[in-house]
């Protein structure tokens, strides 16, 4: 939701045994309102978030990443902490559909959002559970590695969408995984030569081409502490204690 609703009807939801709410705050004031082309959306929302504190009902964030809100995305996420969201998604907008042809008009350069991103998830670590999902891990310090979800494990994600995948044999996910990363990942260098693309599952095709494939590089140094994990299905992903909820 973008808390946009009577928060009357919210109350009835969580009187009914709604468990939590996920709100899309991509920014506040403002600029909230130029994404989502609504006047007061900005206010309306932090009603809501204000509300929710309140009365302690547990909520959950996802941060859409573009060129309107980059900038403040450090302290959008450090709102939503104060105000007690339990998760905190840091969502980079990926080229679906027509977007594909026009990427470079919301899309960031990843290179750009690199200090953003890694300052963000510096103040989050060790307070609240977070995920930074869709991005190229070897433009990260290996610290945040673990944090990241791409598509080759978007399916695993317990925040996000079953994009059609609801078997319940682990296998049969993993094989619907791989084709739904690999339905986008770049097909070649760098990614093919790169010890991470087992967990990256190779970046987003699109979104490269639209940026040149600047700052992509292979990963070919494993720091020790993840030298027992890279070899295994999910290592770096089961080590995010968001993924075990």
């Known amino acids: 939701t973008n808390g946009d609703v009577n928060i009357e009807k919210y109350q009835r939801l969580f009187d009914l045994g709604l468990g939590h709410v996920q ?3 991509h920014d506040t004031g403002k600029i909230l309102d130029e994404i989502s082309e609504r006047k007061e959306a900005g206010k309306r929302q932090w009603q ?3 509300w929710l504190n309140e009365k302690k009902y547990p909520f959950r964030i996802n941060i859409t990443i573009q060129q309107a809100n980059y900038h403040s995305i450090p302290d959008t996420a450090m709102k939503a902490l ?3 969201a339990f998760h905190i998604s840091l969502l980079n907008f990926l080229p679906h559909y027509h977007w594909r042809e026009r990427a470079g008009e919301v899309a960031v350069h990843p290179v750009e959002l690199v200090p953003y991103l890694q300052g963000t998830m510096h103040q989050l670590e060790g307070k609240v559970l977070f ?4 991005f190229p891990m070897c433009l990260l310090q290996p610290q945040f590695w673990k944090y990241v979800t791409n598509a080759r494990f978007v399916l695993f994600d317990p925040g996000e969408w079953d994009y059609g995948s609801y078997s319940e044999d682990e296998d049969k996910v993993w094989e619907d995984a791989i084709r739904i990363g690999e339905a986008v990942a770049i097909q070649g260098e760098p990614c093919n030569s790169c010890l991470l693309r087992e967990h990256c599952g190779g970046w987003n095709r699109y979104y490269a081409e639209a940026f040149h494939l600047e700052g992509l590089k292979a990963i ?3 720091p020790d502490e993840y030298k027992d994990v890279i070899g295994k299905r999910g290592g770096l992903f089961d080590l995010n204690p968001a993924n075990k909820e």
């Open 48 to 50: 809501f978030l204000e």
């Open 23 to 25: 709100i899309s705050m």
């Open 220 to 222: 070919r140094e494993i």
């Open 131 to 134: 995920t930074l999902r869709y």
């Open 82 to 84: 104060k105000l007690g």
